[in-house]
């Protein structure tokens, strides 16, 4: 039984395999494959994009979608093994997985890191929790990755260019007035190196590079594929050609917990907004984010509202690749 917990886990083909499927999907919306089946969506966090497309896709799948809050309208959890559940939590992770798989053919779980600590966040405990204990497949609807984004962005861009193999990727961090999680930035450095594209974090600074297991994994991929991943702290000269900017912000590591501390830091460096001067030194490239998007703090109206970019193609290949990874699943444990 396999897990879609990260792209990482799969191997270039197979996931290209599942965009296969999703452009299926998206020619012919309607089919059984989950007729008389039901998925447990697990939302700790707030969700518009993720939470719809989900539920949609297991309609049109033939199947429903099971939503739960846990801590709102379901059992506030505990997830720590060997500890007195004497405080909020009623109900242990495993239970829940383990009752959870009686009822449900797929469970999947929306969890951000709780922003204290970042040695404790980048384990990832929620989502491990539920793929120990569960005994159907999980899917990660973003934790501290977000590989559904992932394959809703490779598709856009395959649907637009066609092969991304040589392409110049910028992955540009962005000012936000808050710090917000690196699920997104992660996830876009490392299957843009899996398809062999040529990367360019570009970010202010050191301090917003991001976590080494992802500099390290999307190197590794980078390598296998023919790619290259660099970091710039240069503007001018990241943009210069670039086919593909992405957008995103994120907060600094180092500061992670300590974000007043971060403030000033990030206060400075609201020039890197993408704006039609940047994107003029690029080779027409396209543009994206995940969305949702703070329009002229983030990017300019002119950028998100030209023809260029592929934000709402995106969004909408959220529903077509996540239909896709749940019949894959499926597919394997039938």
Known sequence: MRH???????RRDELQTILAMARDFKRQPMMDVLKG???????FNPSLRTRTSFEIGAFELGGHAVILQPGRDAWPLAFDWGGIMDGEAEE???????????????ICVRAFPKFQDWVEDRQDKILNAFAQYATVPVINMETITHPCQELAHIMALQEKIGETDGKKFVLTWTYHPKPLNT????????????FGMDVTLLCPGKDYILDDRYMRAARQSAEEQGG????????E????????????SWGALPYFGRWEDEKPLRDQNRHFMVDEKKMALTNKALFSHC?????????TDAVLDSPGCIAIDEAENRLHVQKAIMARLLAEVS
């Open 37 to 43: 089946r039901s998925i447990a969506l697990l939302f």
């Open 183 to 194: 699920a997104v930035a992660n996830s876009a450095l490392l299957i843009a190196a899996k």
């Open 92 to 106: 242990h992770v495993r239970e829940a997985a383990e009752v959870l798989s009686r009822y449900c053919s797929l």
């Open 4 to 10: 879609f917990l990260t792209t990482g886990d799969w």
């Open 228 to 235: 290259s991943v660099t970091v710039s702290h240069d503007i």
């Open 237 to 248: 000269k990241a943009y210069g050609n670039a086919d593909i900017v992405y957008a995103k």
């Open 291 to 299: 969305l949702p998007v703070r329009r002229n703090v983030k990017v």
